[in-house]
């Protein structure tokens, strides 16, 4: 490729092609300028030479099919465009009048989730045409419907969104540091010494025995649902399941044995010996991250439930020796995005400062913490009884611009409609089962208990709308805050002492691991400051790119330490 000045916006396509790779030189509008073929042993090294020379936005299939081989070579990248998880937003967007149109060979391939219903369904793509040729198609597709989202608010998501793509790579390859000792040291403390093949630690086999004296059956199987109800229902305990909700309604002495059994087995089951043997391995857990893996644009989980990570293991989680953590975390962030989606300055002054709950208190609104928490929960996510249905109706008075975004969110669910996060990522139309029990609740002679399901249906979407703009919007947030953290700690230097766990981040601060609204770094700790003032940079420079001077606080409660505990 010729070098061009370095004031232009360069853009190349890197695309695995029929007899190697393929990468493009594109012009603003995505027209070809020049071609280059590369075999699989050239291609990291002629990466790394043009993200040296002239950082173009690279635009690739995905991530997931790319980036591997590139950071196995050493070589990190700079800026993407990925064009799997961009044709996910661009299909869908209801932002402008004439969005992607669907493709199958567009639909992502990811394994399937364990933490939350993925976004697309597995497809096989018929590779009938040429892959190059298909992806340059693709890209100028998306290219013009990029530019016709007028406002640059889908540019900056599908940014965003190419950018987590990257991290979410990285952050496998770098791994998050775990000690091995510490766990085994918890796991025996909590649940007993670790037991032989086949057997429970020596807690669980004393809580078991309790729970069978207590029901007067020496041999129940307390693994098998039936038979542990039929032995509850026969002292007394009449329950449907043993939820803890369920049990935690009765008063009988076998309640809190069964309680605390229920819990060592989820952590043994969970986060016990065998899943420290399969997902830690030299002193790193590396999750599996499926970007955008839930309909709200939040990322989901393909092994290891890196988004049910246990509290009680995260002192597990040490830096290496020289290094340090740097962790934080957002208070109350759908809150917030919710006062800045609605330009609700009442709500905005409720949020200046760590705990919008108390300041929602000190509006009038509500009289205690625990009444604002359920109130400006139920608000998000429709709630109609209980405490939360009672407290609602308060901040309508309140915080009107706010309820308003909320309840128009959710009338458009009930009819039907789609509604839209701040940046534009379009909520799925109900089913078409969904959509025949609300035409057929119209007819005259409809059946009264087939008019009152329709109705419940409505409901229930209209409260699945209702929260998809808030928590897509606070999703949007936190990738801007990725990208952004990403972009600081490339600019810090080396680290004087190696992570050599860490692959090509071996002396390189950076991200590894994210939650919703919590990130943890690995960082020298020699740059603990530095990492520290760019996690507060790009939260700031997040909040100023989605509602600009609107004064919306989204403080940080952030903290270095050799531990993730808390």
Not at 50 to 67: C, F, G, K, L, M
Not at 139 to 155: H, I, N, W
Not at 322 to 335: H, I, M, N
Request: neutral net charge; glycine residues 8%.
């Amino acid at each position: 490729m010729t070098r061009k000045p370095s004031t232009e916006r360069r853009v190349a396509l890197l695309a695995v092609g029929r007899d190697g790779y393929a990468a493009i030189e594109l012009d603003a509008d995505g027209s070809e300028l020049s071609r280059v073929g590369l075999s699989a042993v050239e291609m990291p090294g002629w990466v790394a030479d043009q993200e040296r020379r002239n950082a173009p936005r690279w635009v690739i299939r995905s991530a997931r099919d790319i980036y591997p081989a590139l950071l196995d070579a050493g070589v990190i990248i700079g800026r993407s465009h990925d064009l799997v998880l961009c044709h996910a937003i661009l299909r869908d967007t209801d932002k402008v009048a004439r969005p992607l149109a669907p493709s199958a060979s567009w639909v992502r391939r990811d394994v399937a989730v364990d933490e939350a219903p993925a976004l697309f369904d597995v497809a096989d793509h018929d590779d009938a045409g040429d892959p190059v040729d298909e992806a340059l198609d693709q890209y100028r597709e998306q290219r013009r419907v990029l530019r016709d989202g007028k406002d640059g608010r889908l540019t900056l998501l599908t940014a965003a969104e190419s950018a987590g793509g990257l991290i979410a790579e990285e952050m496998r390859v770098a791994g998050l540091p775990w000690n091995e000792a510490v766990h085994d040291e918890i796991l025996t403390e909590m649940l007993g010494a670790r037991p032989i093949a086949g057997g429970l630690p020596s807690r669980m086999v004393s809580q078991a025995d309790r729970i069978r004296s207590i029901l007067s059956d020496p041999h129940l199987n307390l693994e098998s649902q039936p038979k542990l109800l039929r032995a509850l229902h026969r002292v007394g305990v009449q329950v449907e399941s043993t939820s803890r909700w369920e049990l935690a309604q009765h008063s009988h002495a076998v309640v809190e044995p069964l309680l605390a059994y229920k819990k060592l087995s989820r952590l043994l089951s969970a986060n016990g010996w065998a899943w420290l043997s399969e997902w830690v391995h030299d002193g790193r857990f590396r999750p599996i991250y499926i970007t955008g893996g839930v309909v709200t644009g939040r990322w989901a989980s393909a092994g290891g439930g890196a988004l049910q990570l246990p509290r009680n293991l995260r002192a597990a989680v040490r830096a290496d020796e020289g290094w340090t953590l740097v962790v934080a975390d957002v208070a109350q962030l759908e809150p917030r995005m919710l006062a800045g989606m609605a330009g609700d300055r009442a709500m905005a002054r409720a949020a200046q400062g760590r705990d919008l709950y108390a300041g929602v208190v000190e509006s009038g609104a509500v009289a205690t913490r625990e009444e604002a928490k359920y109130a400006v929960l139920g608000a998000m996510y429709g709630a109609t009884t209980g405490d939360s249905g009672r407290l609602v109706p308060r901040l309508r008075k309140v915080y009107p611009r706010a309820m308003a975004l909320v309840d128009k969110a959710a009338r458009f669910g009930e009819d039907g409609g789609v509604v839209s996060t701040w940046l534009g990522r379009s909520s799925p139309r109900p089913s078409t089962e969904w959509q025949a029990l609300q035409a057929a609740a119209t007819d005259a002679d409809a059946d009264p208990a087939a008019v009152a399901l329709a109705r419940r249906r409505a409901r229930d979407w209209g409260r699945f709308t209702r929260n998809f703009v808030v928590q897509g919007t606070a999703a949007e947030w936190s990738l801007i805050w990725l990208a952004e953290i990403r972009h600081r700690l490339q600019a810090l230097p080396d680290a004087e002492r190696p992570a050599t766990a860490s692959g090509v981040f071996r002396s390189r601060p950076h991200l590894a691991f994210f939650l919703h609204d919590e990130v943890i770094l690995h960082v020298p700790a020699e740059q603990a400051d530095a990492a520290a003032a760019a996690v507060r940079e790009a939260a700031a420079v997040a909040t100023r790119r989605l509602f600009g001077d609107f004064p919306i606080d989204v403080p940080l409660d952030l903290r270095i330490a050799e531990s993730a505990e808390k």
